[in-house]
């Protein structure tokens, strides 16, 4: 900003160049801004804390807070606050969250009234009934408050399930960890693969590792490199096996094109990335910001429908191995292929059964309820939709009966509007065009009340994939030439930067 007055022509002198004067104005900055939040989540009746936990660069255990709450059918998600736990048990995490929620025009409360959920991932640390951070937020606020398991760690967790018995899969992983290495870890094998990519005249693709915090991805960009990298992967591991020495580059070499040449471990990989395909696209859908607990049924309907189809017909990559007696012009040296087509079946089976078991509180209670929020899933015609949702609605008016009333709405006309809104959406519109903003536009003077129990159900994410996005954003603030950075200066620069 200084600079640009000074091409101005306006001589700003030195008063603005420095570090306070720089900490002034970010102060300010991130003071509108947190005034902007406070002033949506105060008109909101609803909301849901979501929050996560990470070391930083500095060995730091910090705890990542957003909110996520609808208005008038707007959904929003906000950056909170990064604080320093002082212990890292439910207690601790507890009590780093309210300060992160600590706002100067809202009471606390108020605040408590409005809090319907807390988000956090399956860690026994939150989901403790006992001594978990749920059960504090139960005994201190309100003993109805939801539990959200995060969605994308639920996936990534039953595909790890239902991999454990499968021992081609098994060796697949272990090979790319080892792969992984044996490139990322030897400047002199990595010049040796790009020279075999240029003798093959192909694009160079890097082994790239499994594991993480996105685990499943990982896993499906490690196999897709593989195999479009396939041909100069073997072209280079039979120069480094072929060369006279007792090194551990040359059996590793050997082992490496043992499994590689196997028409077993080719075929399986093939069909692993037709199934985390599958995986993956469930998982990146309920990844989107502002994602609801609603969109989760619809997501595991296709996700089901997909696996099953795999079950009775290959896959596209399974189709374009499953014949053949080489790939890439490399010959197999294995060709029975009995193996992974024996473990295909078994594998999809067990990952349709383990996403069930881990996706099974879903299909109960108030998040069952929330599936009256899809659009897409109303009947077209009003006779159809006469009971239509009566049942969810009354569930979800009678769980959070004492929360809706502390938000003065009418709970008794509740469900005489929900009758009044199908009616008026029926009629007059095509309701799959429809979205819960245009409905509160044209409807919320004479449905405010069912309109506010349906800004409820909005309010419940599908998860905390915000908050490991918070935590990307962490680490290119504070890297290990910042890392004297406090909690307080992180939450300033990140609030600036998040919104």
């Keep these: 900003m200084a600079s640009l007055d000074e091409k101005k022509g306006i001589d700003v002198g030195q008063t603005y160049r420095n570090v306070n004067s720089c900490k002034e104005f970010l102060v300010s900055i991130a003071a509108v801004e947190r005034k902007k939040i406070e002033h ?106 939801l539990m959200i398991k995060c969605v994308s760690h639920r996936i990534e967790l039953a595909f790890k399930d239902a991999m454990k018995s499968s021992t ?52 499906l960009t490690a ?106 012009g490399v010959s197999f040296s294995q060709l029975t292929g009995d193996t992974s087509t024996s473990q295909m079946p078994k594998v999809i089976s067990a990952l349709i059964v383990c996403i069930q078991k881990r996706f099974s509180d879903i299909d109960a209670g108030i998040f069952k309820c929330t599936t009256v929020v899809q659009l897409d899933s109303w009947p077209s015609d009003y006779q159809e939709a006469t009971e239509f949702g009566d049942e969810a609605v009354s569930a979800v008016l009678d769980y959070y009966h004492d929360n809706l009333a502390a938000q003065n709405i009418e709970t008794s006309l509740v469900e005489i509007e929900w009758t009044q809104l199908k009616h008026l959406l029926c009629e007059n519109h095509t309701v799959k065009e429809m979205d819960w903003i245009k409905i509160n536009e044209l409807y919320h003077s004479q449905c405010s009340n069912i309109l506010a129990v349906f800004d409820l159900m909005l309010s419940l994410p599908a998860g905390t994939s915000e908050c490991e996005r918070g935590f990307s954003q962490m680490a ?13 200066t992180m939450t300033l620069l990140m609030t600036v930067d998040l919104h």
């Design 40 to 145: 949506n989540l105060r008109d909101a009746k609803f909301c849901t804390i979501m929050s996560d936990g990470s070391t930083d660069v500095s060995v730091i255990e910090n705890e990542i807070v957003y909110v996520h709450f609808a208005l008038k059918g707007k959904i929003h998600c906000y950056f909170l606050g990064l604080i320093e736990c002082e212990h890292a048990n439910a207690e601790g995490i507890f009590d780093a969250i309210f300060k992160a929620v600590d706002f100067e025009d809202i009471p606390k409360s108020e605040m408590y009234n409005k809090i319907i959920a807390f988000a956090g991932d399956g860690a026994s640390v939150n989901t403790g009934e006992i001594n978990g951070v749920i059960s504090h937020f139960r005994r201190n606020i309100n003993s109805n408050i």
């Design 476 to 488: 290119i603030v504070k890297s290990k030439y910042r890392n004297r950075l406090h909690s307080t």
């Design 168 to 219: 081609l899969y098994n060796k697949i992983f272990d090979m790319l960890g080892q792969l992984f290495k044996f490139y990322h870890n030897s400047p002199k094998q990595m010049a040796g693969l790009k020279s075999a990519a240029e003798a093959c005249k192909k694009s160079l693709r890097h082994p790239t590792r499994v594991g993480g915090t996105r685990w499943v991805g990982h896993v």
């Design 223 to 328: 196999l897709k490199n593989l195999l479009i990298g396939y041909k100069v992967f073997i072209t280079h591991l039979e120069q480094v096996a072929s060369v006279r020495s007792q090194s551990s580059a040359q059996s590793k070499a050997k082992f490496f094109l043992k499994l590689l040449k196997s028409k077993d471990v080719i075929t399986f990989a093939h069909f692993l990335i037709d199934v985390l395909t599958v995986i993956s696209s469930m998982s990146m859908a309920l990844q989107k910001r502002g994602t609801c607990v609603y969109e989760v049924h619809r997501q595991l309907e296709l996700t089901a429908t997909n696996l099953r189809k795999l079950e009775t017909r290959p896959g596209l990559e399974l189709r374009k191995i499953m014949d053949c007696d080489e790939f890439h």
